[in-house]
T-cell receptor, first 114, second 111 residues
Framework: EAQVTQNPRYLITVTGKKLTVTCSQN?????MSWYRQDPGLGLRQIYY???????DKGDVPEGYKVSRKEKRNFPLILESPSPNQTSLYFC?????????????FGPGTRLTVL | QQPVQSPQAVILREGEDAVINCSSS?????VHWYRQKHGEAPVFLMI?????EQKGHEKISASFNEKKQQSSLYLTASQLSYSGTYFC????????????FGSGTQLTVLP
């Protein structure tokens, strides 16, 4: 089954404790991205990757890191989480650049930073 | 810069029609529409490319006026299953910038 998976689905952590949210897709998509969703603000892009080893900042990249060492994986790293990073996070992938193609979203990761 | 969606919320009865608007301050290459049900991931509805074409998906259709940098989503004879939050996403012309989503329109269809 074609899908985007994220782990963990729920995470409660404390300020400053490094964490990684994994994202994996099995559709051989080139383009992957991370979004955060907050009430009233919609989906805001954090980072995106157009292919292996090619990443770029989205609209709200501060406090996040990403890497794309393999085509299927695109982990999101919070090196020193803060309470304002409490949010619902979605990973997405699409076949090409994402400008004209359907984006497939993962199930989401609800992160709480205390 | 996020596109602006209107209205922010709409409540209607089953069988009624609704229109959701999306506007941008920039010239657009494409407009994307997604629907998200509560507790779930957004799901693709359709993409419109510049050229002003209108696309359809069951009883949901959309138009794209590239001169006005606006898109509208039309929900005809709404069903209970249409309830959810609708997001438009825009890609500006002549830019490497990626998809930027609006803040969403919450649609509630009542029996």
């Amino acid at each position: 089954e074609a899908q985007v998976t994220q782990n963990p689905r729920y995470l409660i952590t404390v300020t400053g404790k490094k964490l990684t949210v994994t994202c994996s897709q099995n559709m051989n998509h080139e383009y992957m991205s991370w979004y955060r969703q907050d009430p009233g603000l919609g989906l805001r892009q954090i980072y995106y990757s157009m292919n292996v080893e090619v990443t770029d900042k989205g609209d709200v990249p501060e406090g996040y890191k990403v890497s794309r060492k393999e085509k299927r994986n695109f982990p999101l790293i919070l090196e020193s989480p803060s309470p304002n990073q409490t949010s619902l996070y979605f990973c997405a992938s699409s076949n090409r650049q994402g400008r004209t193609d359907t984006q497939y979203f993962g199930p989401g990761t609800r992160l709480t930073v205390l | 810069q996020q596109p602006v969606q209107s209205p922010q919320a709409v409540i209607l009865r089953e069988g009624e029609d609704a229109v959701i608007n999306c506007s941008s301050s920039k010239a657009l290459y494409s407009v994307h529409w997604y629907r998200q049900k509560h507790g779930e991931a957004p799901v693709f509805l359709m993409i419109l490319l510049k050229g002003g074409e209108q696309k359809g998906h069951e009883k949901i259709s959309a138009s794209f006026n590239e001169k006005k940098q606006q898109s509208s989503l039309y929900l005809t004879a709404s069903q209970l299953s249409y309830s959810g939050t609708y997001f438009c996403g825009t890609v500006p012309s002549g830019s490497a910038r990626q998809l930027t989503f609006g803040s969403g329109t919450q649609l509630t269809v009542l029996p």
